[in-house]
């Protein structure tokens, strides 16, 4: 689904108009992100919760040559999906 199909079926489920749909999500979207930069996180009972790991260097090889390298530390944006969520997809 991507997102304007996404946008679709919330406006069928809410009533509202697509473009009051389309900037609650965009909304949606600013505010996760904001709170993930800012190391926040944001939690959403029941579906899951957006927050930022730390990645440790480590040694790496480049397929092509066999070649090690390194790859340095990192922070990467993680989602860890809700009780309710892990639940509907069985």
Known sequence: MNKAELVEA????TG???SDTEKSLDAFI???QKNVKK???VKL???GTFSVSNRKARMGRNPQT???IQIPARKVPVFR???ELKESVK
Do not use: A, Q, S
């Not at 919330?10 to 489920?13: F, G, N």
């Open 16 to 18: 509202l108009t697509k």
């Open 10 to 13: 919330m406006t069928k489920v």
């Open 81 to 83: 999906p809700g009780k």
């Open 39 to 41: 190391k926040d996180g």
């Open 66 to 68: 066999g070649e090690e």
């Open 30 to 32: 600013e505010v996760v």
């Open 45 to 47: 009972v029941g579906f």
